[in-house]
């Protein structure tokens, strides 16, 4: 599956399963769904996978980054705080768009280069530049939403996403030409 338009009702479904079913938690979702995306594109972060195998050149495909929700969701809540979003659903927002997001990386596929290991595994790392914050606050705007707010909320989960994706796991099996010699190497990878 897809990041970006594919993961709105997501979004959506743990809005409404948090209460949160105002009028702009559509456009919220449209925002959290495309920050995600050119977050994970290499915007917000650079995706590495780093392998084990044979030596040779290869292409590898994993399915899935594993962030845990209460790692994100506990960080954007001190975030929330430290940027002056308070009240009682501050809490519930963090917790909504921290399982949001938790659940599209899980689903998210992993496409990668490899140089250095022809036939093999590599564990994906994220890597983030610390601009989350600019490119989530841009993603809430493209998506319609405006008020004093928005650059806050948007600095909070884009700097809660930085804090913690290094934290993320994945896999990739790496496939390419056989060989019996031992390599390693770093992968570029795609997240989509």
């Known amino acids: 599956m897809a990041l970006g338009l594919p993961t709105v009702p997501i979004f959506q479904a743990f809005f409404a399963s948090h209460g949160l079913t105002g009028s702009s938690s559509s456009q919220l979702a449209g925002g959290c769904a495309d920050g995600l995306e050119l977050y994970m594109s290499g915007a917000g972060c650079s995706t590495i996978s780093i392998d084990v195998g044979t030596l040779g050149t290869g292409t590898g495909f994993g399915f899935g980054i594993v962030l845990a929700p ?106 390419g030409p056989p060989n019996i010699l031992p390599g390693a190497g770093i992968g570029i990878a795609q997240v989509s």
């Not at 949001?100 to 992993?110: E, F, Q, R, V």
């Not at 994220?126 to 008020?147: K, Q, R, V």
């Open 70 to 175: 209460p790692l994100l969701s506990s960080t954007m809540s001190a975030m929330f705080l430290g940027l002056l979003i308070s009240g009682p659903f501050s809490p519930i927002t963090a917790n909504a768009i921290s399982f949001g997001i938790c659940t599209s990386l899980a689903i998210a596929s992993i496409n990668t280069n490899n140089v250095g290991v022809g036939v093999g595994t590599g564990k994906v790392q994220c890597i983030p530049h610390g601009i989350g914050g600019l490119i989530f606050t841009g993603a809430f705007l493209s998506s319609g939403m405006s008020g004093p707010m928005i650059p806050s909320l948007g600095q909070a989960i884009g700097s809660a996403l930085d804090a913690t994706i290094a934290s993320a796991l994945g896999i990739v099996v790496i496939a």
